[in-house]
């Protein structure tokens, strides 16, 4: 066997067990994309019903509550970004990390400092080598996220937003996460979760945007949100922390099978120069066996004269 044909088996033989590889992960992302639509699915009641009721307790008292109230002149903000622990998934997390810096910017050109918060080992990364500073950073969880997950992110964030500035507190809390709308767009998007922007809630709860009426609340109103706005947080958060493990898998699946499709297309291209180097080494082969023959032909009709 020739040396350039031992070079394209060798090729072949690299790239099949790389295809088996990706096809292997695509499969696997695919099985694990359904269980998490299932558990955005499942969040969702909970979610809805826990918004109508922080929209009746806002709206239907007259309390003025640091979590609901919009600061007269916001200085400080934080941003919560959902990245991936893994790679392998296309542009996943940069999208989300894009997403994040022109929400920076904006929040920035608004006179407002950002704190950041970051979930995910790409985005650690990220803001690591560009020693940017990080103020929390969970990891480790962000392909099959559980609500204990989003209660541990919820409580520093909760706890900032209810200090103040000078004590090192924000005025506004921002999220930045991939949006999960089907098995092909996966979107980076992000959205205020404090303060509350009531009449935003009380429309998309209601569809009318319709005033909830007044009621009276034991033992305070203060004290109903006190305990309802960290659940909604929590809630909001586990949200997120689900549509992004249903897009990384999502992403991942997509570009495995981009992978697979590329493997594939790269064997077939393999297979046919090594077809064509081993048709030149049949040719040469047969070459120089006929030119042998010939020249023993000659040899022996010169030995005859």
Known sequence: MGAQ????????????????ITKA???????????????VAASMPYATELTRAVTAVATGSNTKHPLTTEAEAP???????????????????SNAIKAAERLRERLAAEGKEVDT????RKGVAYYGFRERKVSESWTGFTDSP??????????PLIESIQKDTAEGGVDELHIVFTEFVSMMTQNAVDGRMLPLSLDEVAEEDTGKGEILPLFDFEPSAEDVLDALLPRYVES???NALLQAAASEHAARRRAMKSATDNAGDLIKSLSRLANAARQAEITQEISEIVGGAGALADASAGSDK
């Open 5 to 20: 044909l031992r070079v394209y088996k060798r090729r072949i033989q690299a790239v099949t067990a790389t295809k088996k």
């Open 25 to 39: 992960m695509e499969m696997i992302a695919a099985s694990r994309i359904v269980k998490a639509q299932r558990k």
């Open 75 to 93: 200085a400080r903000a934080a941003v919560l970004l959902l990245t991936s622990d893994r790679g392998l998934a296309g542009g996943y997390s």
């Open 117 to 120: 918060y970051i979930v995910g």
């Open 146 to 155: 559980e609500y204990s997950d989003a209660k541990k992110i919820a409580e």
């Open 236 to 238: 909001r958060i586990y």
